[in-house]
């Protein structure tokens, strides 16, 4: 078994840092074999990554993105597949990973890449699709919540919770439940208050809008919400 990396920015060449693999770089195509074939570029690459991908190699494509990829992977016969949330931070391209602790993966290589993480350095669990779900949502809120309200008030994060708490969780009430339905999950009490508690021990960071249709965008296809169209108006979206 040979494990494939796509991509070589700071995420990919991290993993690669963990053990062999086959690094394969922009405009290349994914070899036949097997093993699992890590994406580690960005979410509007992924189209061109699945075109360079043999069909026999497809269900061997692990994704670390952030954001809502569910209607992509289902739309492309890829809802099967292996997802991992990754909490580690690499500052530059080579630089040390540093653990930040929660990292999870669920579906067929999940295994395989707990272990990958495990020689670099980085606790990972692999869990059920039904909890992956579950931290999925929470991060994307925690993205989706925190990168409009920095940008539309000016702040930072901890400045967010500090200040216009009151938004966070009106913002956080209301994208929770859009997406609740959507995936016809139920999170655990406390999400607003958890994404506070995870943005405390990052204050100093600004948040942004970005990667709208897999973010911020998926939200406003699925509902217009008040709270959150009066911020994006205030960012002319």
């Given at each position: 078994?040979?494990?494939?990396?796509v991509?070589?920015?700071?995420i990919?060449?991290?993993?690669?840092e963990?053990?062999?693999?086959?690094?394969?770089?922009?405009g290349?195509?994914?070899?036949?074999g097997?093993?699992?074939?890590?994406?580690?570029?960005?979410?509007d690459?992924?189209?061109?990554?699945?075109?360079?991908?043999?069909?026999?190699?497809?269900g061997d494509?692990?994704?670390?993105?952030?954001?809502?990829?569910?209607?992509?992977?289902?739309?492309?016969?890829?809802?099967?597949?292996?997802?991992?949330?990754?909490?580690?931070?690499?500052?530059?391209?080579?630089?040390?990973p540093?653990?930040?602790?929660?990292?999870?993966?669920?579906?067929?290589?999940?295994?395989?890449?707990?272990?990958r993480?495990?020689?670099?350095?980085?606790?990972?669990?692999?869990?059920?699709?039904?909890?992956?779900?579950?931290?999925?949502?929470e991060k994307?809120?925690w993205?989706?919540?925190?990168?409009?309200?920095?940008?539309?008030?000016?702040?930072?994060?901890?400045?967010?919770?500090?200040?216009?708490?009151?938004?966070?969780?009106?913002l956080?009430?209301?994208?929770a439940g859009?997406?609740?339905?959507?995936?016809?999950?139920?999170l655990?009490?406390?999400?607003?208050?958890?994404?506070?508690a995870?943005?405390?021990?990052?204050?100093?960071?600004t948040g942004?809008?970005?990667?709208?249709?897999?973010?911020?965008?998926?939200?406003?296809?699925?509902?217009?919400?008040?709270?959150h169209?009066?911020l994006l108006?205030?960012?002319?979206?």
């Amino acid at each position: 078994m040979t494990e494939t990396i796509v991509g070589v920015g700071r995420i990919g060449r991290a993993l690669a840092e963990m053990g062999p693999a086959a690094l394969v770089r922009r405009g290349e195509a994914v070899p036949d074999g097997e093993g699992p074939v890590y994406v580690c570029t960005r979410n509007d690459d992924l189209d061109v990554v699945l075109r360079q991908t043999p069909r026999s190699r497809r269900g061997d494509l692990v994704f670390v993105q952030n954001g809502m990829l569910r209607p992509w992977l289902e739309r492309h016969g890829l809802a099967d597949n292996t997802q991992a949330l990754l909490y580690f931070a690499v500052s530059t391209r080579g630089a040390t990973p540093v653990d930040g602790g929660g990292t999870v993966a669920w579906g067929p290589w999940a295994d395989a890449l707990v272990a990958r993480l495990a020689r670099g350095g980085i606790a990972a669990q692999a869990v059920d699709r039904e909890t992956f779900d579950r931290q999925m949502v929470e991060k994307l809120l925690w993205n989706c919540v925190f990168g409009l309200i920095c940008q539309a008030r000016g702040v930072t994060v901890g400045q967010a919770v500090d200040d216009h708490r009151a938004e966070v969780d009106a913002l956080t009430a209301e994208l929770a439940g859009v997406a609740e339905e959507a995936l016809e999950l139920t999170l655990a009490p406390g999400v607003s208050e958890r994404l506070c508690a995870y943005s405390r021990t990052i204050a100093d960071y600004t948040g942004a809008v970005k990667e709208w249709r897999w973010r911020n965008g998926w939200f406003r296809g699925r509902a217009r919400t008040p709270v959150h169209e009066g911020l994006l108006a205030m960012i002319s979206i």
